[in-house]
């Protein structure tokens, strides 16, 4: 009965961040890249631009134990990113939320699989039709001992 109630929780708060800080994730476009890292490098950046309700979702596979550590960079106040565990993405509950954490990310990844950084404006910026560039950078390395 706690698990149905606290899953019933779960969703309503979810439902309640989205129509709160209107994230992007029913936004009209959103596309999807895989982030893949040169040969030997634990990390990479990539550059691109939203406009309006567009968002990009990026993959990235890591296994349990590393470390991942994400950086928005932008000059667009309203643009921020979220970041998905394995089997979740825009729509379900983020383990990290830019808007309200800023746009540094950093953890030891519980679980392996592939994790989805979703970058997108705000809706006010959104409505307006706005546009954002910006630098995404991720790094996935072994975890500190």
């Known amino acids: 009965m706690q698990a149905l109630l606290k899953t019933r929780l779960t969703k309503l708060l979810v439902l309640f961040t989205l129509v709160l800080f209107g994230n992007g994730a029913l936004g009209e476009e959103s596309r999807t890249e895989t982030l893949h890292f040169a040969k030997g490098a634990t990390g990479t950046s990539v550059t691109s631009k939203i406009t309006g309700y567009d968002s990009v979702n990026y993959k990235v596979t890591a296994k349990a134990g590393q470390h991942m550590v994400v950086k928005l960079s ?22 990290f939320i830019g808007s309200t954490s800023g746009g540094h990310f950093t953890t030891t990844l519980p679980e392996s699989g592939t994790y989805t950084i979703q970058v997108y404006m ?24």
């Open 122 to 145: 705000m809706r006010s910026a959104a409505r307006r039709n706005e546009s954002a560039d910006f630098k995404l950078r991720v790094d996935i390395d072994n975890a500190k001992q």
């Open 74 to 95: 932008t000059s667009h106040t309203a643009t921020y990113f979220n970041v998905y565990g394995p089997g979740s993405g825009p729509g379900d509950a983020a383990i």
